[in-house]
Nanobody
Framework: QVQLVESGGGVVQAGGSLRLSCAVSGRTFSTSTMGWFRQAPGKDREFVAA????????YYADSVKGRFTITRDNAKNTVSLQMSSLTPEDAAHYYCAASFGIIGASIIRQQQKYPYWGQGTQVTVSS
């Protein structure tokens, strides 16, 4: 049984930083493609960042490029999202997602390619 558990959300002032983490259990983490998605109130869930199993090129939404960094630690079965220069537009419920297998670059941003999801963690950014 695959489980994803996010942590690290909270309240931060605009311009501040937060680090989200996602712990994965139940499958061989090192072969997973990991993604972060977010959903703000009244909006659809959207892609934020993704990283393949080999920790090759990360993928980012244009809105977070240069501010967010996705990394993974295969020894600890965790994936992290370092967020900096946060704005109120970044406030959302952030979800970690996993797919066990290689996802092509053309579809890595598609949330339907990720069968496993965590419950999410809330990020609030005060202006």
């Amino acid at each position: 049984q695959v489980q994803l558990v996010e942590s690290g959300g909270g309240v931060v002032q605009a311009g501040g930083s937060l680090r989200l983490s996602c712990a994965v259990s139940g499958r061989t983490f090192s072969t997973s493609t990991m993604g972060w998605f977010r959903q703000a109130p009244g909006k659809d869930r959207e892609f934020v960042a993704a990283l393949g199993w080999s920790s090759g090129n990360p993928y980012y939404a244009d809105s977070v490029k240069g501010r967010f960094t996705i990394t993974r630690d295969n020894a600890k079965n965790t994936v992290s999202l370092q967020m900096s220069s946060l704005t109120p537009e970044d406030a959302a419920h952030y979800y970690c997602a996993a797919s066990f297998g290689i996802i092509g670059a053309s579809i890595i941003r598609q949330q339907q390619k990720y069968p496993y999801w965590g419950q999410g963690t809330q990020v609030t950014v005060s202006s």
